[in-house]
């Protein structure tokens, strides 16, 4: 069997570099550019027998991108790694005539295996119609935790839907955890509560699989801070950030924010390369 070569996605091009570091499998020249009228164009200039194409899908051109690629080694043995899949929180129909977007998107691509990192929920992966995994960033985002010289931590999730993940982080750094309850008003107006919860004096990380506008985690610190919490670190899987979302956060309070590489930013501290290069290395 050749060796893995790996295809760094426009998008995804820091985090392919370290995956490849890790391995020590070589990164295949691609061209990328664009035509005049916007079109994307890329060209793999060299023959590849098994490759991993690592690219995250955040924008609508990603994706475009993502099936070029698979496209241009379609004699290839193709292993997908989307670390940040987009449409993910599309996932159920809540008015008649509207599509299951994360269905129409998981389904157009098709390889020998795809893996996506903590994707926003489970249901998706039933959607892709090539063998998929899910990989876990927990682990890496508790050791970073781990390294922040905290006092008293309590790690927090903003909601239900990343209590999973924020009790695997706890394991790692040997903390509690808890949740605070949301109600979401409206797609932009959500509201907190943290009945119960014992902050004052603590250094407290709420930790979610997204932060795209920051609405629900600025309603979190707010509350926090009235609690006389001490430090808030606030951390994610995915630092989506839309428009003034990060600086919403430290005018609200956040001590420091960080995220994984998945997709990349200012705040991408912790890196899944290590976690991406295991699950190819085992292939």
Same mark, same amino acid.
């Not at 079109?39 to 475009?64: F, G, K, M």
């Given at each position: 069997?050749?060796?893995?070569?790996?295809?760094?996605?426009?998008?995804?091009?820091?985090?392919?570099?370290?995956?490849?570091?890790?391995?020590?499998?070589?990164?295949?020249?691609?061209?990328?550019?664009?035509?005049?009228?916007?079109?994307?164009?890329?060209?793999?200039?060299?023959?590849?027998?098994?490759?991993?194409?690592?690219?995250?899908? &955040?924008?609508?051109?990603?994706?475009?991108?993502?099936?070029?690629?698979?496209?241009?080694?379609?004699?290839?043995?193709?292993?997908?790694?989307?670390?940040?899949?987009?449409?993910?929180?599309?996932?159920?129909?809540?008015?008649?005539?509207?599509?299951?977007?994360?269905?129409?998107?998981?389904?157009?691509?098709?390889?020998?295996?795809?893996? !996506?990192?903590?994707?926003?929920?489970?249901?998706?992966?039933?959607?892709?119609?090539?063998?998929?995994?899910?990989?876990?960033?927990?682990?890496?985002?508790?050791?970073?935790?781990?390294?922040?010289?905290?006092?008293?931590?309590?790690?927090?999730?903003?909601?239900?839907?990343?209590?999973?993940?924020?009790? #695997?982080?706890?394991?790692?750094?040997?903390?509690?955890?808890?949740?605070?309850?949301?109600?979401?008003?409206?797609?932009?107006?959500?509201?907190?509560?943290?009945?119960?919860?014992? !902050?004052?004096?603590?250094? !407290?990380?709420?930790?979610?699989?997204?932060?795209?506008?920051?609405?629900?985690?600025?309603?979190?610190? #707010?509350?926090?801070?009235?609690?006389?919490?001490?430090? !808030?670190?606030?951390?994610?899987?995915?630092?989506?950030?839309?428009?003034?979302?990060?600086? #919403?956060?430290? &005018?609200?309070?956040?001590?420091?924010?960080?995220?994984?590489?998945?997709?990349?930013?200012?705040?991408? #501290?912790?890196?899944?390369?290590?976690?991406?290069?295991?699950?190819?290395?085992?292939?």
């Amino acid at each position: 069997m050749s060796e893995m070569k790996i295809i760094a996605g426009a998008s995804s091009q820091v985090l392919a570099k370290r995956v490849s570091d890790l391995t020590q499998w070589d990164i295949v020249d691609v061209e990328y550019r664009r035509f005049p009228d916007g079109e994307s164009y890329l060209r793999v200039c060299e023959e590849v027998e098994r490759v991993a194409i690592i690219q995250s899908t &955040r924008t609508n051109d990603d994706i475009i991108v993502l099936l070029q690629l698979l496209d241009a080694c379609e004699s290839a043995e193709k292993h997908v790694v989307i670390p940040y899949f987009g449409y993910a929180r599309q996932d159920k129909r809540f008015k008649n005539g509207e599509p299951i977007s994360s269905r129409a998107i998981a389904s157009i691509f098709k390889a020998d295996s795809i893996a !996506v990192v903590n994707i926003h929920s489970e249901e998706v992966m039933k959607y892709f119609r090539s063998p998929a995994k899910e990989l876990d960033a927990s682990e890496v985002i508790g050791k970073y935790i781990s390294s922040l010289n905290l006092r008293d931590p309590l790690i927090i999730s903003p909601d239900y839907g990343a209590i999973e993940m924020v009790e #695997k982080i706890s394991k790692v750094v040997n903390c509690e955890y808890a949740v605070m309850m949301k109600e979401r008003i409206s797609d932009e107006e959500v509201r907190i509560s943290a009945e119960g919860l014992e !902050v004052k004096g603590r250094d !407290v990380i709420i930790v979610d699989d997204i932060i795209s506008t920051g609405g629900t985690i600025k309603e979190a610190l #707010k509350i926090l801070k009235k609690m006389g919490v001490g430090r !808030v670190f606030v951390g994610c899987v995915h630092p989506v950030l839309v428009g003034d979302a990060l600086l #919403k956060l430290y &005018r609200t309070g956040a001590y420091e924010v960080f995220g994984t590489d998945t997709i990349e930013s200012s705040i991408s #501290k912790v890196s899944v390369a290590e976690i991406i290069a295991s699950y190819l290395e085992s292939l």
